[in-house]
Every structure is written in C-alpha cells, then in structure tokens.
C-alpha cells in the first residue's frame, strides 16, 4: 500500500470503532436532551462539535485506510490464485484452456482491487488532509 499515511493512522479494530459509536451516541443523546430543555449553545458545546467533527474525519480516513488494505490484501491474492493456474498449465494438470481462463479472471479482478485500493487511498488521504485544513482554519492558519 502506497500513500504519505503513518502507523500512527493506522486502521482502528472493531471493537475500538464500536465503544466509540457507543460513547458518541450517549453523547448525542445528552446534547438532544439539554436542548430540549432549552439549554443553549455555549463556546465549550461549539468546540466540542468542532472536535467531533475532526474525529469523524478521522474516523473516515481510517475506514478508508481499511478498505484500502483489504483490497490490496484481495489483489494478492487473485495474483496468487492466477500463479496457481498457470502453474497447473506448465506441469500439464487439468484442462489447460479453464485454467487460462481462470488466470485471466484472477487477474483482471487483482487488478480491479488495486484500482479500488488506490481510491480508498487517495479518499483516505483526502480526508486526513481535510481534518487538517479545518484545524488550521480554526487555528487561524498556524
């Protein structure tokens, strides 16, 4: 996998993203309650969007960092599996023409998931960089 993305960014675990969304929820569940009670907006619940906002950028970045990986972790193994066919056809087991055929499709889908992995990549970077920008707009461009 290519790309300009740390281990520091590296994709989160399930259960990791899970007691997020959970505390998240809560979280909203509250804000909900405190402004049906009429409770305003303060400069702490503003910079608390603002951080929930980032943290959802990250979130993104990181579901595509895992997307990315799982497709180039797919490609290889098409790769492998077309290798495997075209071996086949050398040491002359089976029908030479289906294992061609089956090498082809191995490939052509290797290389329909290194397509897909350079997307989630780029979509993942794209979105490092906007949490970024909003941290500098917020900074004011420090």
Not at 42 to 71: C, F, I, K, N, V
């Amino acid at each position: 996998m290519g790309g300009s993305v740390t281990a520091e960014r590296a994709p989160v675990g399930p259960v990791e993203r899970g007691n997020a969304a959970a505390a998240r929820a809560r979280e909203l569940q509250q804000r909900r309650l405190d402004l049906k009670s009429g409770k305003p907006c303060t400069p702490e619940t503003a910079r608390s969007a603002q951080t929930r906002a980032d943290m959802a950028y990250e979130r993104a970045a990181r579901a595509h960092l895992a997307a990315s990986d799982g497709h180039y972790r797919a490609s290889m193994a098409h790769v492998r599996a077309a290798e495997v066919h075209e071996r086949a056809i050398e040491l002359g087991f089976g029908d030479a023409d289906e294992h061609r055929k089956a090498a082809a499709q191995h490939r052509k889908a290797a290389w329909e998931n290194n397509i897909a992995g350079a997307v989630s990549q780029r979509e993942a970077e794209s979105d490092f960089a906007s949490e970024r920008s909003a941290r500098q707009r917020l900074s004011g461009g420090r």
